[in-house]
């Protein structure tokens, strides 16, 4: 009997559903521009890319280890991808402290019942000045959940972290924010036809009202404290000052015959 995780009913089954829409092709399409852009300079032996296969999220990288970690095995066709692959939850990654150089989290927060946890043992396996890069749905945009909208235009299951949020987390754990875009400002469309005739609103989007994206990608630094040595708390004495010397007149006398 296999072991493996029935997947079939898991939230993320639902995402990968979605990724095959319309709209999810479009969502793709962005998304693996932005991510090609954040990792591509990214240097270091050991990246990782933690769910959502369907994304290549490494692909640009060029560390000599790219592997993919998640709560089940990537298909088949896509296992080319990386260099090995590891079945484990993302809340707790069985990897040693401090042993990446880049993660990679795509949508990987929304579906994780403790995403700060997610966000701690990704900030125990990086390194000092690691790359962490992560990609979301935006609550506040026309994708998101909008009063009005007959049935959610997103997968039911997802549960989307604002960036406000995010980036507060981020910084709680010492981590330093260096990039962020915002994509998918086209309205919450169901088909490639409409979906393409919107495609104007992108470079309006970014202009106009750009933390109104659909999409966000954002990229953050591992800081950690450096240490400084601290000197004994005692000083040198100082000498005490030399007391003047008077210098007396001379007699005009010399040291000579006398005088006769």
């Not at 949020?165 to 088909?191: H, I």
């Not at 950690?224 to 708390?233: D, V």
């Amino acid at each position: 009997m296999s072991m493996l995780p029935d997947v079939q009913n898991a939230p993320i089954v639902e995402l990968a559903e979605w990724l095959e829409t319309a709209p999810g092709r479009y969502a793709l399409e962005w998304e693996q521009a932005r991510l090609d852009d954040a990792v591509s300079d990214v240097f270091g032996f050991h990246a990782m890319q933690a769910g959502l296969p369907q994304l290549d999220a490494l692909r640009a990288n060029r560390m000599p280890f790219k592997g993919y970690v998640g709560p089940a095995r990537p298909a088949v066709p896509l296992r080319s991808r990386w260099n090995a692959f590891v079945q484990a939850e993302l809340d707790a990654l069985p990897f040693e402290t401090q042993s990446l150089d880049l993660l990679v989290l795509p949508h990987t927060l929304e579906y994780s019942a403790d995403p700060h946890r997610v966000l701690r043992e990704a900030e125990r396996v990086l390194i000092p000045e690691g790359r962490l890069v992560i990609t979301g749905f935006n609550p506040w945009s026309l994708w998101g959940r909008l009063p009005g909208q007959s049935r959610p235009f997103l997968p039911g299951s997802v549960q989307p972290l604002s960036p406000v949020r995010l980036k507060d987390w981020l910084k709680l754990l010492s981590f330093e924010v260096d990039q962020g875009r915002f994509g998918a400002y086209v309205p919450a469309c169901r088909t490639e036809k409409w979906l393409r005739r919107y495609a104007f609103m992108e470079r309006a989007g970014a202009r106009w009202w750009p933390v109104c994206g659909g999409l966000y990608v954002v990229a953050a630094i591992k800081r950690t404290a450096t240490l400084r040595l601290i000197g004994p708390s005692w000083k040198k004495a100082k000498a005490p000052p030399r007391a003047a010397v008077v210098a007396a007149p001379r007699t005009g006398l010399h040291h000579g015959r006398d005088a006769a």
